[in-house]
């Protein structure tokens, strides 16, 4: 039963945000068609490679069972072998912070609510890079966790992508993403029917961290 809870924990505070940070790859796979080759090159044209990327969010995860999508929003900062901070303001305040390590939710008032490591939740490290290489569009990692498929345009490109780890299917059916410099949109369906939207908005680069977000990551 305790097992059982853990994992339950885990997945509801993975999809209930979107953040993640670099960790160590997974096993390499075989290489990509050409088509998914090309997409994957021409993805790489657009986005922009930054230190640090920062914004703010809004989410709509859906429950089944539910009518109404359940809402909230904030602000974000992605940081390159670092991890994410998820930082929501509505309708209740809360941060969510995850490394290659670890992931801590903090209350408003800054209290520590829950705390996971991966020495305790070896999958852990798994989620967190896969997380992380969908809200960065890394494109070495997503091949490694995922099917591709998409198209790409000068407006922008979207990619499709569909768990090839069988720990991930478990929770996640697909991921759909949007974007151009930056990613735009992100479309979570999870394999019990729940999803989720967050999008992406006033994205911008920086080349360090701030100090008050660094204090976070340590």
């Given at each position: 039963?305790?097992?059982?809870l853990?994992?339950?924990?885990?997945?509801?505070?993975?999809?209930?945000?979107?953040?993640?940070?670099?960790?160590?790859?997974?096993?390499?796979?075989?290489?990509?068609?050409?088509?998914?080759?090309?997409?994957?090159?021409?993805?790489?044209?657009?986005?922009?490679?930054?230190?640090?990327?920062?914004?703010?969010?809004?989410?709509?995860?859906?429950?089944?069972?539910?009518?109404?999508?359940?809402?909230?929003?904030?602000?974000?900062?992605?940081?390159?072998?670092?991890?994410?901070?998820?930082?929501?303001?509505?309708?209740f305040?809360?941060?969510?912070?995850?490394?290659?390590?670890?992931?801590?939710?903090?209350?408003?008032?800054?209290?520590?609510?829950?705390?996971?490591?991966?020495?305790?939740?070896?999958?852990?490290?798994?989620?967190?890079?896969?997380?992380?290489?969908?809200?960065?569009?890394?494109?070495?990692?997503?091949?490694?966790?995922?099917?591709?498929?998409?198209?790409?345009?000068?407006?922008?490109?979207?990619?499709?992508?569909?768990?090839?780890?069988?720990?991930?299917?478990?929770?996640?059916?697909?991921?759909?993403?949007q974007?151009?410099?930056?990613?735009?949109e992100?479309?979570?369906?999870?394999?019990?029917?729940?999803?989720?939207?967050?999008?992406?908005?006033?994205?911008?680069?920086?080349?360090?961290?701030?100090?008050?977000?660094?204090?976070?990551?340590?």
């Amino acid at each position: 039963m305790k097992s059982i809870l853990k994992s339950t924990i885990l997945c509801a505070a993975l999809l209930a945000m979107v953040p993640a940070a670099m960790a160590e790859k997974p096993a390499p796979v075989a290489a990509k068609d050409q088509v998914t080759q090309d997409l994957l090159e021409k993805v790489k044209q657009q986005l922009k490679d930054a230190p640090v990327v920062r914004g703010n969010f809004e989410q709509e995860k859906s429950i089944k069972g539910f009518k109404q999508p359940l809402r909230s929003s904030g602000e974000f900062v992605v940081a390159k072998n670092k991890g994410i901070v998820w930082h929501v303001l509505k309708p209740f305040e809360s941060t969510l912070i995850v490394k290659p390590d670890s992931l801590q939710s903090r209350r408003g008032d800054g209290e520590v609510s829950m705390q996971m490591r991966a020495e305790d939740e070896p999958v852990l490290r798994t989620v967190n890079a896969m997380l992380f290489a969908v809200m960065s569009a890394d494109l070495v990692q997503l091949r490694q966790f995922f099917e591709v498929s998409g198209k790409a345009q000068a407006s922008g490109w979207q990619m499709y992508l569909v768990p090839r780890d069988p720990m991930l299917a478990q929770w996640l059916a697909s991921v759909d993403l949007q974007g151009g410099a930056f990613v735009r949109e992100v479309k979570l369906q999870e394999a019990r029917g729940d999803s989720s939207v967050i999008r992406i908005q006033e994205a911008t680069a920086e080349q360090t961290l701030r100090d008050a977000d660094a204090a976070l990551f340590r």
